[in-house]
């Protein structure tokens, strides 16, 4: 679910998020946190000198997204795409490859 600065299809900022994003132990929600205060610290940062729209479109487009080479249709981050390649590595012992959340499922059940 793509958030305000990123089109990954794995990121997520909502109130869960929000609620859980402090505590280390809710991984997946920590490191969705992480991503999103990085991105508005880039705002922050971009936005002394340049209009908040703009901003955000620069944000955006400067988070390359790679896509999961066994479905070929999620786009990931680069924080999503690294976990994909652990994923890819872990499930079928191919590196270099990313596989998404999803496939990732397909793998286990
Ligand atoms: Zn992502
Ligand atoms: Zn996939």
């Excluded at 872990?90 to 270099?96: A, D, E």
């Amino acid at each position: 679910m793509p958030t305000i600065y990123t089109n990954c299809t794995e990121c997520i900022y909502d109130e869960d998020v929000k609620t859980y994003g402090n505590d280390p132990s809710y991984s997946n929600m920590f490191l969705m946190n992480k991503i999103h205060l990085e991105n508005i610290e880039k705002e922050t940062i971009l936005s002394k000198n340049l209009p908040i729209e703009l901003c955000k479109h620069i944000i955006k487009i400067s988070n390359v997204l790679e896509r999961c080479n066994y479905c070929n249709n999620s786009n990931l981050c680069k924080e999503h795409s690294d976990r994909g390649r652990n994923y890819s590595n872990l499930y079928r012992g191919i590196k270099n490859n990313i596989m998404c959340n999803k496939c990732c499922w397909f793998e286990v059940t």
